[in-house]
């Protein structure tokens, strides 16, 4: 059966490569103020077309409480068969600097490396075109039930299938989870992801004067709101580059694979003689312990700056929870650790935007193992477990809302993919491989 579901999925990639690239054609980032909603709009019907055409005949939009679409499809188990819910999202992080990429990031692009290069051909749209080409390769008499579910909002960590799930249970009841928006340590290198972190995001603003106010004239005692935010974002790090956030644990050590110093370096793009930050293994850093980044600051640019004090200044945080730390006391401690940080009774103000908890996944379990005997088939080595930095707090609402389900979390992103960055990418040979794993084991189930 591996080998006769081998030879249909390669014979499918290439209808996977024209599903990807219509699919990476639809500017689907569920931010209306950036991009049309239509885009997502038009993705999800995509979506749901493909699932018609795969054997899922009762495919609807649903939508959420945060204004996206989510698609759910659906196929009826046999009788006496398990049912299996096959996550992804079509939803996408902005492009960022376009001129960054080597390729139109809304068009599939060949490039001479092999990869598949576009915004989204990863994270999660690769993952979609893998479970379609799975289901494909085994046919429309489906030998389990599925559910299909395509979320529209992954990306803006809002309320969306969290809020939705609890309340329609029974839409996406399942009895085992393949939730595919992670990856392998490295391409052919097959991984089970064990934790996620949970996430926090706050706004942070400060207010010292009524407007700006001349440098010359007045600096010096008039309270800079800029120089505020910076001693405040100085405080959440110590000189090493440890979180310092008061009341947060930051000394956890990882218990699994590790990830070696200079496959870090690599993956993550580090500048020779830069020094990577904080104490401890790097597998301790990204998948045991807090991270905190300023993903922006409102503020004046160099170009055009005024000789002038600043009156309000902004920034935007971003505080990764591993397993183990509840992410509502997360956002206290940080909120309170910020405003104590504030110099000069300055004004601040937290704003909260998101809060996901933390995942932890349950191993061993039977369909756990039939999983990793075709992950060890179609790779030809025994699969290895990782943590991932990224969140989904969707898995944790999993966990809770259907407590007997085995949830897996695995996927086409792994490091070179570059997801959320420019020039995204994805092997078509970890499409091929997981599309024929998956095939594998509902085939199997």
């Not at 409480?65 to 819910?85: C, F, I, N, Y």
């Not at 120089?227 to 008061?246: K, M």
């Not at 898995?395 to 020039?423: K, S, W």
């Amino acid at each position: 059966m591996g080998a006769e579901l081998s030879a249909r999925v390669r014979g499918l990639m290439g209808r996977a490569r024209d599903d990807l690239a219509e699919l990476v054609a639809f500017r689907s980032v569920y931010d209306p103020g950036q991009y049309p909603e239509q885009e997502c709009v038009a993705a999800a019907r995509w979506v749901v077309d493909a699932c018609a055409d795969v054997g899922l005949t009762e495919a609807g939009l649903h939508e959420m409480p945060d204004g996206s679409v989510t698609v759910v499809a659906r196929k009826a188990a046999p009788e006496g068969k398990p049912t299996v819910l096959l996550y992804c999202h079509y939803d996408v992080q902005p492009p960022g600097d376009e001129t960054a990429w080597l390729t139109d990031p809304w068009h599939l692009t060949d490039q001479p490396d092999g990869r598949w290069y576009g915004r989204g051909a990863a994270d999660c749209k690769g993952n979609l075109v893998m479970h379609l080409t799975a289901l494909r390769a085994l046919g429309p008499d489906l030998p389990v039930g599925v559910v299909l579910v395509a979320e529209g909002s992954e990306e803006q960590g809002g309320a969306g299938l969290e809020d939705f799930v609890p309340e329609h249970p029974d839409l996406t009841r399942a009895d085992v989870i393949l939730v595919a928006d992670c990856g392998n340590v490295a391409v052919g290198e097959p991984t089970f992801t064990r934790t996620l972190r949970g996430t926090v995001n706050v706004v942070v603003a400060v207010d010292t004067l009524r407007g700006p106010v001349h440098s010359g004239s007045y600096g010096g005692p008039a309270p800079d709101a800029l120089v505020a935010l910076i001693r405040i974002l100085d405080s959440l790090h110590d000189d090493e580059g440890n979180v310092t956030v008061q009341g947060l644990e930051s000394g956890q050590t990882w218990d699994g694979v590790g990830y070696p110093e200079g496959r870090f370096r690599a993956d993550a793009g580090v500048l020779d003689g830069v020094a990577l930050t904080g104490g401890g293994s790097v597998a301790d850093h990204v998948w045991a312990r807090p991270a905190l980044t300023v993903l922006g600051v409102d503020c004046p640019p160099v170009a055009g700056s005024a000789a002038a004090v600043q009156a309000h200044a902004r920034a935007r945080l971003n505080l990764r929870v591993p397993p183990g730390t509840d992410g509502q006391d997360a956002l206290r401690l940080l909120t309170e650790h910020v405003k104590a940080a504030a110099p000069w009774q300055v004004k601040v103000t937290v704003e909260p935007e998101a809060v996901g908890e933390a995942f932890s996944a349950h191993t061993g379990g039977p369909a756990y193992n039939l999983m990793s005997g075709a992950f060890k088939e179609v790779f030809g080595k025994e699969p290895v477990s990782q943590g991932q930095g990224g969140s989904i707090p969707l898995c944790t609402v999993f966990q809770r809302t259907y407590p007997d389900a085995e949830i897996m979390l695995f996927g086409v992103e792994e490091p070179a993919c570059l997801i959320h960055a420019p020039n995204e990418s994805v092997d078509p040979a970890e499409i091929e491989r997981f599309a024929h794993a998956e095939a594998l084991f509902l085939s199997s189930l």
